[in-house]
């Protein structure tokens, strides 16, 4: 038969055949002879080996039709080439992310080089179902275009920070969000688990982190637009250790990795409030009730603080098996370090020239108890200042300078800069129609324009494993809002980090019309206006 081929700007052609990925493959092509494949309840995936990954990728898919075709497809093994249903196969010769999905109207075949491939390319056969499979039993069989891709990422880190520090999401959410990462191919779910507002993450050895530093007094209530008013009730959650289990199995189940944050040295309030002799000065510490940046951080004179820190990282390496461990690093006001004996005692001892190189310190002794535990030590890009470990990994954030100085200099980065990647920023300009929200403009356009390798040379460039989202939620206060201000942006995110070489925002748009019908359908609560009537 004869081929035709989609390029980039082909989406018109592609939303007539309902071939509208998003993020957009590196290859498509379709024949014209409109074939179809039709996935009913008696459709069998047939998988080629008895790895425990695959039959993962296979479950996701086989639960995932259900929802429309109201039974699970069956699995099977089968060694022999088979010519009907749906195909599973590794292939070593495809890269780790890499899938090939090929589809006529006999048969399915995808071919991964890792079962996370193959499960790519689930989300990428899931994109062409029509939006309504996404609804429970609504359509007995699922039908899909003929049509072949081959595809693999441009970046091979692309996540997502979510804050359940300012506002506390529970654990059913957190899923819920994980599922939204999983529908833009998205792999690594940052979570933000410990700052001055609220201490998230139950730490055995230590209770009171969680008994008093996961609650505040005072709360925001009436985020109706334009307003912020707050009331004196306690605020607060935490996650049991068995529930940050059941997060990272479910993450895991979708092929999320999950990087938890623990904040040091500064961002420290609601642990100086469980336990104050962490702090410098001898005093009540309280769980802070508002936004901003305080002067009450770790000492980090005293080897205590960094017993309790090794103690705490000790609990959360063996909740989390990600390689990277973010330890924060950002916004640590010096002043109770300049006033503190024991800091001061630590400079001179260690002919520091300065709190800078004192927080260095900190950071790589922290990071030389992660090493010895096989972890990496990921943190924003304060962790430049007073000097960067050779080994460390940035997350820029303060525009890319950060991320580009640590590439120069053999480190890898992350990019993630306020303009860009900050989904607590407003997405519109319109601010009276929208959520009240903490500043800044970003709308979806100029999330889609980042460039992250922007100022780099060849070389350098290998040094930026990818880029992330963040979303702090001082002002985002439930996850209806949270998924008003994380969609459509998220889409825009995950096409720089999987199709950056081959972005065009006239074209994600069109997709981005398709994409939203299946938000629609997952009755995802997103921003509209901002790509209507642009
Ligand atoms: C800066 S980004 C912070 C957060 C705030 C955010 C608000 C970063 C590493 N620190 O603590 O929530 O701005 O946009």
């Not at 006001?333 to 400079?347: E, G, T």
């Not at 310190?361 to 304060?382: A, Q």
């Not at 120069?408 to 920023?425: L, R, V």
């Not at 070389?459 to 963040?470: D, R, S, T, Y």
Request: charged fraction near 25%.
């Amino acid at each position: 038969c004869s081929l035709f081929m989609f390029t980039a700007n082909g989406a018109g052609k592609r939303n007539e055949l309902k071939i509208a990925i998003t993020p957009l493959p590196a290859f498509i092509e379709a024949p014209e002879n409109n074939s179809r494949f039709t996935i009913t309840p008696k459709t069998t995936i047939y998988l080629c080996d008895t790895t425990e990954g695959l039959r993962k990728a296979a479950t996701y898919f086989s639960n995932w039709s259900s929802r429309s075709l109201g039974t699970s497809l069956p699995l099977k093994y089968s060694e022999k080439k088979i010519n009907k249903g749906i195909v599973l196969m590794t292939d070593n010769n495809l890269e780790e992310e890499e899938y090939i999905l090929d589809i006529n109207k006999k048969r399915i075949h995808i071919a991964g080089g890792s079962p996370r491939a193959v499960f790519y390319a689930f989300q990428s056969l899931r994109q062409l179902c029509p939006p309504e499979a996404e609804i429970a039993e609504k359509t007995k069989k699922l039908t899909v275009p003929g049509v072949y891709i081959k595809d693999k990422p441009d970046f091979t880190y692309r996540g997502a920070m979510l804050d359940v520090c300012r506002h506390f999401f529970t654990i059913e959410e957190v899923k819920q969000f994980i599922d939204m990462l999983v529908l833009h191919k998205i792999n690594t779910f940052h979570w933000h688990l410990s700052d001055d507002q609220g201490w998230r993450i139950e730490i055995k050895k230590y209770p009171l982190l969680t008994e008093i530093g996961s609650q505040r007094d005072a709360t925001i209530i009436g985020h109706a637009i334009g307003s912020t008013r707050y009331d004196n009730t306690p605020y607060g959650g935490y996650y049991t250790q068995d529930q940050i289990k059941e997060v990272v199995r479910y993450a895991d189940d979708h092929f999320i990795t999950v990087i938890p944050e623990i904040e040091m040295p500064g961002h420290a309030l609601a642990a100086l409030a469980s336990y104050p002799y962490l702090g410098c000065e001898d005093k009540d510490y309280k769980v802070c009730g508002t936004w901003g940046v305080f002067d009450e951080v770790y000492c980090a004179g005293k080897d205590s603080t960094f017993e309790f820190m090794e103690n705490v990282l000790s609990e959360v390496i063996e909740l989390f098996p990600s390689k990277y461990i973010h330890i924060g690093g950002d916004e640590c006001p010096k002043k109770a370090w300049k006033n503190c004996a024991l800091c001061q005692k630590r400079i001179k001892e260690l002919s520091l020239k300065n709190e800078n190189e004192l927080q260095s310190y900190f950071v790589r002794r922290i990071e030389k108890f992660l090493n010895t535990h096989d972890r990496k030590l990921i943190g924003w890009d304060e962790i430049m200042e007073g000097g960067l470990s050779k080994t460390s990994t940035v997350m820029s954030w303060r525009g890319t300078q950060g991320g580009i100085d640590a590439a120069k200099m053999g480190n890898y980065a992350i990019m993630t800069p306020t303009n860009y990647c900050y989904f607590d920023y407003y997405q519109s300009k319109a601010k009276a129609s929208e959520h009240l929200a903490i500043g800044g403009y970003v709308p979806v356009s100029q999330v889609y324009s980042l460039d992250p390798y922007e100022k780099l040379n060849e070389n350098e460039k290998k040094f930026i494993l990818g880029v992330q989202c963040n979303t702090w939620t001082e002002y985002i206060p439930n996850f209806n809002h949270l998924q008003y201000m994380v969609l459509p942006r998220m889409a825009a995110l995950a096409e720089v980090g999987w199709s950056y070489s081959r972005k065009n925002y006239d074209d994600f748009l069109l997709r981005l019309t398709r994409l939203t019908k299946r938000y629609d359908a997952l009755d995802y609560n997103y921003a509209k206006h901002v790509f209507e009537n642009r």
